[in-house]
Nanobody, 127 residues
Framework: QVQLVESGGGLVQAGVSLRLSCAAS????????MGWFRQAPGKEREFVAA????????SYADSVKGRFAISRDNAKNTLSLQMNSLTPEDTATYYC????????????????????WGQGTQVTVSS
């Protein structure tokens, strides 16, 4: 079993930066790919960013490319999402996800590729 716990969300003004963290515990050695997803009220959960096991491959949604950066520290079992130039459209609950069934290589951008999820952290960006 793997447990994922997000932190770092909050209420911020447009244009500022925020850094989300995800702490993994349990069978962390079984986590291959990791990612961030978000869900706004009334909308489906959507892909934000993903990273391969070693961090050599990353993927981003077009809406956050150039503003967000995903990173991971396997020694500390943490996943991070640096979010810059936030806009009200970034308002959502952000979820950390882990894949224990896939591969060390590449990234996973589909919800269905992940089998472990955190409880989410709320990010609200005011204009």
């Amino acid at each position: 079993q793997v447990q994922l716990v997000e932190s770092g969300g909050g209420l911020v003004q447009a244009g500022v930066s925020l850094r989300l963290s995800c702490a993994a515990s349990g069978r962390t050695s079984s986590i291959y790919r990791m990612g961030w997803f978000r869900q706004a009220p009334g909308k489906e959960r959507e892909f934000v960013a993903a990273i391969s096991y070693g961090g050599g491959s990353t993927s981003y949604a077009d809406s956050v490319k150039g503003r967000f950066a995903i990173s991971r520290d396997n020694a500390k079992n943490t996943l991070s999402l640096q979010m810059n130039s936030l806009t009200p459209e970034d308002t959502a609950t952000y979820y950390c996800a882990g894949d224990t069934r896939g591969t060390y290589h590449y990234t996973a951008t589909s919800i269905h590729e992940y089998d472990y999820w955190g409880q989410g952290t709320q990010v609200t960006v005011s204009s």
